[in-house]
């Protein structure tokens, strides 16, 4: 199976900055004959199912704010947040779906400092 | 617009069986690929099943391979998860989400439903 490992476990990062989630797959996920990274970014308010953000690494699903940005190849990736808002505080789950079992990162516990 | 609507929730004992059921509505449903994943109380998500859309292919995460069988009604836009033998660790909200292609991102997810097993 696939590990997907997620860093870090929690951020504090205030208003208006700047967050960065890493994820990390134990193989790569870029599958070479159509040059696409399968990853997706999730993100999980409490009591909430997840939502998607990005699929593809780093295209961003229709309705998510451009302040966040997804990047990465092969097997490093990143999700960016540019400058934090109160209603991004969420867990975090990056997703590979490169082959079955698909599988997520552990999540990132995104909180305001 | 898309919905996903799980039932079947319910509270059983260690070696008990449920079958939940997934509502579909909103697009074709006979055209995508559809996807279980559960999380567990206060942890992260881990998929559990997904299916074709004719239901001629199906995978599963080996810990429920065996126990858990997916299955979908696409003339009644449902989709299904019977679960049998079920165990303690089993306990979890359950979701169904729609993938967005074979072997691609979720776009679109259901409320949960919770299943607890515990004697």
């Known amino acids: 199976d696939i590990v997907m490992t997620q860093s870090p476990d929690s951020l504090a990062v205030s208003l208006g900055e700047r967050a960065t989630i890493n994820c990390k797959s134990s193989?790569?996920?870029?599958?070479?004959?159509?040059?696409?990274?399968?990853l997706a970014w999730y993100q999980q308010k409490p009591g909430q199912p997840p939502k998607l953000l990005f699929y593809?690494?780093?295209t961003r699903e229709s309705g998510v704010p451009d302040r966040f940005s997804g990047s990465g190849s092969g097997t490093d990736f990143i999700l960016t947040i540019s400058s934090l808002q109160a209603e991004d505080v969420a867990v975090y789950y990056c997703?590979?779906?490169?082959?079955?079992?698909?599988?997520f990162g552990q999540g990132t516990k995104l909180e305001i400092k | 617009e898309v919905q996903l609507v799980e039932s079947g929730g319910a509270l059983v004992q260690p070696g008990g069986s449920l079958r939940l059921s997934c509502a579909a509505s909103g697009f074709t449903f006979s055209v995508y690929w559809m996807t279980w994943v559960r999380q567990a109380p206060g942890k992260g998500l881990e998929w559990v099943a997904n299916i074709k859309g004719d239901g001629s292919e199906k995978y599963y995460v080996d810990s429920v391979e065996g126990r858990f069988t997916i299955s979908r009604d696409n003339a009644k836009n449902s989709l299904y998860l019977q679960m049998n033998n079920l165990r303690v660790e089993d306990t979890s909200v359950y979701y169904c989400?729609?993938?967005?292609?074979?072997?691609?991102?979720?776009?679109?997810w259901g409320q949960g439903t919770t299943v607890t097993v515990s004697s």
């Open positions: 989400a729609r993938e967005f292609g074979g072997f691609d991102a979720f776009d679109f």
């Open positions: 997703q590979q779906y490169y082959t079955t079992p698909y599988t």
């Open positions: 593809w690494a780093s």
């Open positions: 193989q790569s996920l870029l599958y070479s004959s159509n040059n696409k990274n399968y």
